[in-house]
């Protein structure tokens, strides 16, 4: 090759290089020169290595928490965090490991764990004085996070159809189901998950038509996102967690939202708990099973708002 044509050779290398590095600097700008339109907060908040949860972070002001029930995850709350938001709320909903869109590890999947991973997300984001709700087993696990962490960051408690102080019967509680059914339940977790989840939506409103086909599909495909393994894992720990010697550990307000048709949940628990927590009351919601969130959605929105506020 003649020293001409390795000179014209090396000029069109240099001149693609430098159209490169233009390129590469005027986006640099362009990314400076804009408004983000984003607050930067984070989707998904690491709690141990390898273990980053899903977190919806919506709205300004005061700060409510919602923590899903099995085996939903943080998109369950929807239409209370399009509601809240416009009331003036931050609100934030967690998805525990091995559910939604967050990490599914194989490992514990317990109350403690749960509420330890809790713990770590509030701590990162700096939460102060919010009100924590949980659903069914989120209520719970929300119980558990108050008592372990001594209230860390939250100031009230609501309960959501939850599934406290004890989900299963035992010899000196004689409300929910035996060991026997849910060790079924068990079962047909680990051979025919789909099933499981049917038989549940059949049940989970106060009648098989109380919410829509739109509705119950939502849900499904949410429930159905959910790990095996921590759909199995967290009826273990439904079965055998017994909450009674914790209820009277709580300290802050707590609100116990509970449908009287509830089939799953039922609505003697809400009394129990009303009897064992100091400082707390029940709102009931009288045409609603355990789909309360949906089934009377204006109502318990309204009455979040009402005790969020408080």
Known sequence: MSNNLKFKKMKKTILASCLVAVVAVNNSLAQEKRNPAALGREEYIEVEKNVR????????????????????????????????????????????????????????????????????????LQISD?????????????????????????????????????????????????????????????????????????????????????LGNWLGAINIEASPYATTQSLIALRDTDLRPELNKINIPVAIFHGTKDKICDFSLAEEMNKSIKNSFIVRLENSGHGLFIEELDKFNKELEKFANQ
């Open 53 to 124: 949860l899903h977190v919806t972070d919506l709205g300004e002001g005061k700060p409510i928490v919602l923590i899903h029930g099995w085996p939903l995850s943080d998109e369950m709350y929807e239409y209370q965090y399009q509601y809240l938001v416009e009331k003036g709320f931050r609100v934030i909903g967690i998805t525990l490991r091995g559910f939604g869109k967050s990490d599914k590890p194989y490992g514990k999947y317990t109350y403690d764990v749960y509420a330890d991973d809790i713990k770590v997300v509030l701590d990162k």
């Open 130 to 214: 919010a009100t924590l709700g949980g659903f069914s087993m989120g209520g719970a696990i929300s119980v558990r996070y108050v008592t372990r962490h001594n209230a860390a960051h939250v100031n009230k408690l609501a309960l959501f159809g939850a599934a406290v102080p004890v989900w299963t019967q035992r010899a000196d509680f004689a409300i929910g189901l035996t060991k026997n059914q849910v060790n079924e339940l068990i079962a047909l977790s680990r051979t025919n998950r789909p099933q499981l989840l049917a038989d549940f939506g059949k049940i989970f409103a106060a009648t098989e038509t109380a919410v829509s086909p739109g």
